[in-house]
């Protein structure tokens, strides 16, 4: 039984691992202000026909706090990873000089920081909820143990630990979404 239970613990420390991490990957996405190579890391382009990431056909780096250049492993694909910058709909315009792409990042608008903070919590509400989840799932697992024979303290001690877990994994979360909220309400 000792064993099912570690397996129990070790399966959700890991799924509220997983829902920190995609909440950091999320955030990464989000524009604060400044360039960040991360705002193009959903954007695919067709090179020789295969459906390619951006940052497998080219160099991309950021010079400045407002700038990002993508330098292209070839010429040619200059106009067609301009057009893919442009078909992603990220709200920024790729500038083609005939060697590099150059992104300038806009300043943010009061407005427009607000809203991305209330995006900021949203994710973070998101990655809670996944936590919960896994603690759900662990007590679940725990109720059966106990079903098939699991003493009782043994499975109190198995949900009082994975609680405390819990409270880790939300304060862990907590401290992501306020660090990316300055970052974002940051002039």
């Known amino acids: 039984m000792n064993e099912e239970i570690d397996l129990i613990m070790e399966e959700t420390r890991d799924r509220m691992n997983s829902a920190t991490e995609h909440l950091e990957h999320e955030l990464s996405r989000l524009r604060a202000g400044r360039s960040n190579p991360a705002l193009l890391d959903g954007i695919s382009v067709d090179y020789y026909g295969v459906n390619s990431p951006l940052s497998q056909v080219s160099n991309i780096n950021t010079p400045d706090a407002k700038t990002i250049l993508v330098q292209?492993?070839?010429?040619?694909?200059?106009?067609?990873?301009?057009?893919?910058i442009m078909a992603a709909n990220i709200g920024i315009t790729p500038v083609n000089n005939g060697e590099v792409i150059r992104i300038s990042i806009p300043p943010l608008t009061e407005e427009r920081r607000l809203a991305l903070v209330k995006q900021v919590r949203n994710e973070g509400e998101t990655a809670r909820i996944s936590i919960r989840n896994a603690r759900k799932w662990a007590n679940d697992e725990f109720k059966r143990l106990l079903k098939e024979g699991l003493p009782e303290d043994a499975e109190k001690n198995s949900a009082d630990e994975v609680q405390e877990m819990t409270a880790s994994y939300n304060g862990k979360i907590d401290?992501?979404?306020s660090i990316k909220e300055k970052d974002v309400m940051t002039v």
């Open 72 to 84: 292209p492993w070839e010429k040619k694909m200059l106009s067609v990873i301009e057009k893919a």
């Open 175 to 177: 401290r992501i979404v």
